[in-house]
């Protein structure tokens, strides 16, 4: 039948679709077994490499920022780290205890760099490790946030890198106390620092320069992003990780780690609003100058001969000259944000910080206008069931339930199509050898009976937007991360963890790495595809024959390293798909196959001499 044929070609372009998916976006590995990978590495690492502070190039002092600016190699912490407990405890600090995040400021350059997100930890364990988003330059995996001044010979000495803070009042940071750090230097400028934050991932950093002498004086704000390490596991072309930025005319600017490195600085143009940072897959450290001063952003990428580090990644900005009168004061204000990239709190951040366009902070990709109304109506049916998974099995069901006229017209029409079947084949037989008036007379023949040929591809094409929408959500929202479905399943944005080669665990031997990864709900998808492709009848064309067999077994093997979510929506979805068909099947007085053709699987087929 011709509509079998546009049916299988559409799956057959499907599967090459996904197999180009699976190969160039590099499908994640389970995330536990990543991140603990990662921090293990890093603490190995950390144990073997002496880690110094290194000296500081833009040390505070600079003549100009043409001639310094904001410092880009490591400075610090002059120590040798065997742990970050140890490079911790080196200097002297203020604590932070909030209802989200847990660590230290260092005094030595007013520097974050101890930060531990208090409702995340590394794998689904809930007694393991809290994630360490920041860590002191000291250490091999250092990355911190730091806002200074780069000033001049008439300034004297201002914050930078190396400064040592004083102070004021209460040594702890909450979300009711902020604190007040204080540094005079030798020309009579006295800088007052008070820090506040949030109960997220917001701190808010506001800066009064007093001048006490007799001159005016012209210094300069910066702020930057520092780590000297990056993702254990290299981010795929389905997700942005790296440097990131919205400033100025530009507006979103990306780098990946690997683009930086090659192009070593990015300079877009000055901007007075917006923010830049380093994002990962689920945590992001970015900077946000709230003033309305112009400021220069800027990526960087730097190499180093001598010292505990070899590279470091940096996004940083620098302010326009900022002048203060003798007995007069200025104060300067920006904000950080350092933790996990939550959809809602991203969003609150940007609407009611007026913050630019901050919700591309999270890479919702090209086909946003999809991936956030499906995150949407997932989060909202998640609070409702209080189960990600059952969000999912409900979302299917609205999806159906929209595109059920259009789904009802292509099985109708498909239904109809099997009604003129005895037709079609007399059409092939009588005109065999002439396939230009075959064509014809099929065309007279879906004009006469008012039938789409093109229909029965629409049920699958109209899978594809939604399926490639939902492997977004659950890859880059930190919402789906460590989400529970029931039984075996312990994380949605995970492969399934059992596999069929052990028995999905019966079996008590683990499964070899080179074998495919094919769990319990991978084979639940392969039996519903081949359950629903066996609805219609089999093809007469031997390749359509081989594709209609085999694409249930491909799919199978594919689908096993997919997130455990997405294979649960497309087990759920091809078993409304086969309720649906049968039920339009049955309402148009077509047969449905799928009973024959089971049948037909284990019946002796005749030999060519019978």
């Known amino acids: 039948m011709e509509n079998n044929r546009n049916f299988f070609i559409t799956i057959a372009l499907s599967v090459l679709i996904l197999t180009l998916w699976q190969v160039f976006y590099m499908n994640p590995k389970m995330e536990q077994q990543r991140e603990q990978a990662r921090i293990e590495q890093q603490r190995v690492e950390a144990q073997k490499k002496e880690a110094g502070g290194g000296a500081n190039s833009g040390a505070a002092g600079t003549p100009a920022p043409a001639a310094g600016g904001v410092p880009g190699a490591p400075g610090g912490e002059a120590v040798t780290a065997a742990s970050r407990d140890q490079a ?27 930060l531990k997100l208090k409702h995340y930890t590394e794998t689904v364990d809930k007694n393991s490790p809290e994630i360490e988003l920041l860590n002191p330059s000291s250490l091999p995996n250092g990355y911190f946030a730091e806002i200074g001044f780069v000033g001049n010979d008439t300034t004297g000495a201002v914050p930078g890198a190396d400064t040592v803070w004083s102070v004021e009042g209460n040594p702890t940071l909450t979300p009711s106390t902020p604190v007040t750090l204080t540094f005079t230097n030798d020309k009579g400028l006295t800088f007052k620092r008070t820090i506040s934050i949030d109960n997220e991932y917001m701190f808010t950093v506001s800066d009064t320069v007093q001048n006490s002498g007799t001159a005016a004086v012209s210094l300069y704000n910066y702020g930057r992003v520092t780590r000297f390490d990056k993702p254990a ?34 300079k877009p143009g000055k901007s007075t609003d917006g923010w830049l940072g380093i994002t990962d897959k689920y945590w992001a450290v970015t900077l946000i100058p ?104 409900a979302t299917t069901v609205i999806v159906k339930a929209l595109f059920f006229p259009l789904a009802n017209k292509s099985y109708a029409s498909m239904a109809n199509m099997k009604k003129v079947q005895p037709k079609m084949v007399e059409i ?15 065309m007279e023949l879906y004009k006469t009976e008012k039938i789409n040929p093109l229909a029965g591809c629409w049920p699958v094409a109209l899978q594809i937007p939604v399926f490639f929408s939902l492997y977004k959500v659950l890859y880059i929202t930190i919402e789906m991360r460590h989400a529970p479905f029931f039984g075996w399943i312990h994380d949605l944005a995970a492969p399934d963890p059992t596999s069929i080669f052990n028995l999905f665990g019966l079996l008590p031997f683990a499964v070899p790495a080179f074998l495919p990864h094919m769990g319990a709900w991978a084979v639940v998808m392969g039996i519903t595809m081949f359950l629903q492709m066996r609805m219609n009848p089999a093809p007469p064309d031997p390749t359509q024959a081989a594709i209609f067999t085999w694409m249930p077994v491909i799919f199978t093997f594919m689908m096993g390293s997919f997130p455990a ?34 049948a037909a699987m284990f019946r002796k087929k005749p030999s060519p001499a019978e």
């Open 233 to 266: 596991v290299a981010s795929t072309y389905v997700l942005h990780e790296g440097l990131i930025g919205v400033t100025g005319s530009e507006g979103l600017t990306e780098y990946k780690y690997s683009a930086i490195e090659k192009d070593k600085e990015v």
């Open 290 to 393: 709230t003033e309305k001063q112009p400021f220069q952003p800027k990526f960087s990428y730097f190499e180093f001969k001598d010292g505990p580090h070899s590279h470091s990644y940096q996004s940083d900005f620098l302010s326009d000259a900022i002048s203060v009168a003798p007995g007069q004061s200025t104060t300067i204000e920006s904000e950080i944000f350092a933790g996990a990239k939550e959809v809602s709190t991203i969003n609150a951040y940007e609407k009611d910080r007026q913050i630019r366009q901050f919700d591309l902070l999270i890479d919702w990709g090209w086909f946003y206008f999809i991936t956030k109304p499906m995150f949407w109506l997932i989060d909202t049916l998640y609070k409702f069931f209080g189960n990600f998974g059952l969000a999912i099995l």
């Open 565 to 598: 979510g997405l294979v649960i929506y497309w087990a759920w979805n091809n078993t409304l798909s086969i309720l649906q068909q049968g039920v339009i099947m049955k309402r148009q007085g077509a047969k449905i196959e799928l009973w024959d053709n089971l």
């Open 428 to 442: 092939r037989e009588k005109y065999a050898d002439d396939k230009m008036k075959q064509q014809q007379a099929m």
């Open 88 to 114: 911790i405890a080196a200097t002297k600090r203020v604590k932070i205890d909030t209802p989200s995040l847990e660590g230290s400021i260092n005094l030595t350059g007013a520097r974050l760099d101890d």
